[in-house]
């Protein structure tokens, strides 16, 4: 069993950074998928960064160049900058021990969510 725990988000104005991050708290040493997805008000939730258990990186195209995904031992991170309106919306952390693609949004384990707001 894992547990996702978000923390960060907020306010910002366009061109501006925000970090989020996911406290991981459960056995993940068998190699976990991580990633990070975001739900805009009355859209489906779409991916936006994974990391694979070998550390490869895939990007939505809205975001690549402005997101970076990272991790340490204990938590999962999403770095945004030079954040859009359109990037507004719930940010959703996810784990999964076997399944490892951007979309559908199909891991078993998620966070809370995260509120981000920019503003133009």
């Known amino acids: 069993q894992v547990r996702l725990v978000q923390s960060g988000g907020g306010s910002v104005q366009a061109g501006g950074s925000l970090t989020v991050s996911c406290a991981v708290y459960?056995?993940?040493?068998?190699?976990?998928?991580m990633g990070w997805f975001h739900q805009a008000p009355g859209k489906e939730r779409a991916g936006v960064a994974i990391?694979?258990?070998?550390?490869t990186r895939t990007y939505a195209d809205s975001v690549k160049g402005r997101f970076t995904i990272f991790q340490d031992r204990t938590r999962l991170y999403l770095r945004m900058n030079s954040l859009k309106p359109e990037d507004s919306g719930m940010y959703y952390c996810?784990?999964?021990?076997?399944?490892?693609?951007?979309?559908?949004?199909?891991?078993?384990?998620w966070g809370q969510g995260t509120q981000v707001n920019v503003s133009s």
């Open positions: 459960g056995d993940t040493s068998g190699g976990y998928c």
């Open positions: 996810a784990a999964d021990p076997a399944y490892c693609s951007i979309s559908p949004p199909a891991f078993l384990y």
């Open positions: 990391i694979d258990y070998d550390d």
